[in-house]
């Protein structure tokens, strides 16, 4: 018995990491990816003396991870982004109206060290490619994602889902109809760099944290807008980004910023505000950048401190 409960740990681990990417890829939340993982191994570890081996282990505990994403995703209204969600701001005032945190996608910690597995169909774990997943019927975005992304066969796919393999073929056939129209619609996903700028990201925190806001300001493009998740406000062009840096000022200057990367690699920024209670800085936001032709196209400042953690990241770093 003993030896049985290691084998399956050690099966479930090495599935662990693609297994919460594909999760995520599903439900655009890192925490909900968590725990839709975490239980199926539990229904893995309760359902192991039913596993009979007329399917592959893997194709088992698929079949309970996606199972587990579809009940999610009948109880959920669809993620999305402020950008995705209304115009930018008629006025510029200080954010107020938040929206749940279920009504966002969040960005991701990297699921692997592997090299190998980063560079897996990285541009699939773009935020802006996230959202369009959501656009999908929530069997077609499985079957799009094992297909596209894992790339399954259709026969395996089949097996997981319970379906025919033609009806596979058939759902793939209309997520990738529903996911070129939207991609064709989506300025951001045809015109985002999948490399940004090191330098032009390097000179935005170097004006972060001096809080100089004509060098901030300079470095974003005509267009560029800047979104804040839970908040559904969001800032589009320079002059209105001056004026909300500018309104902003009293609660970000001091800030202090520390690199990770998110969502397949991508660099983003930590970002810690001065702490009313003591000497140190604490957890604000984690920024993501997307650049165009030598600018800051849209910054992303995704305010959730609980992100911190699942990224790794300190409770608070001293000034």
């Known amino acids: 018995m003993m030896n ?4 399956e740990l050690q099966l479930f681990d090495s599935l662990k990491p693609e297994l919460t990417s594909f999760c995520y890829r599903m439900l ?8 839709a993982v975490q239980d199926t191994f539990i229904r893995v570890w309760q359902r192991w003396d039913s596993f009979r081996q007329d399917s592959s282990y893997k194709t088992w505990v698929y079949r309970i991870a996606t199972n587990l994403c579809l009940d999610k995703l009948r109880q959920a209204k669809r993620r999305t982004r402020p950008v995705d969600l209304s115009g930018p701001a008629a006025a510029i005032i200080e954010p107020r109206e938040t929206l749940p945190d279920s009504s966002w996608i969040w960005p991701a910690p990297d699921f692997t060290d592997s090299p190998e597995d980063i560079l897996i169909r990285k541009d699939t774990l773009q935020l802006c490619f996230i959202t369009l997943l959501q656009l999908l019927p929530p069997r077609q975005r499985a079957v799009l994602i094992l297909k596209d992304v894992f790339e399954w066969s259709s026969k395996q796919i089949a097996e997981t889902l319970g379906m025919s393999p033609a009806a596979v073929n058939s759902a793939l056939q209309r997520a990738r109809q529903t996911m070129e129209q939207a991609k064709l619609r989506s300025d951001e996903f045809s015109m985002t760099e999948a490399e940004p700028d090191r330098e032009l990201l390097s000179r935005y925190v170097e004006a972060f944290e001096q809080f100089d806001i004509q060098a901030l300001v300079a470095l974003f493009h005509e267009e560029g807008r800047m979104s804040m998740p839970p908040f559904a406000m969001w800032v589009r062009g320079k002059d ?9 000022r009293w609660h970000c200057d001091g800030s202090r910023f520390l690199p990770v990367t998110a969502n397949g690699g991508y660099p983003a920024y930590a970002q810690y505000v001065p702490s009313s209670e003591g000497p140190y800085l604490v957890p604000w ?14 910054v992303q400042n995704f305010i959730n401190s609980s992100l911190f953690s699942r990224f790794g990241l300190p409770e608070r770093i001293h000034r």
């Not at 049985?4 to 084998?7: F, H, S």
């Not at 209105?240 to 902003?248: A, E, G």
């Open 240 to 248: 209105d980004l001056f004026k909300f840096f500018t309104l902003t």
């Open 285 to 298: 936001g984690i920024h993501i950048l997307e650049t165009r032709n030598g600018k800051v196209y849209h």
């Open 28 to 35: 655009g939340s890192i925490d909900d990816a968590d725990d």
């Open 4 to 7: 049985e409960t290691a084998l």
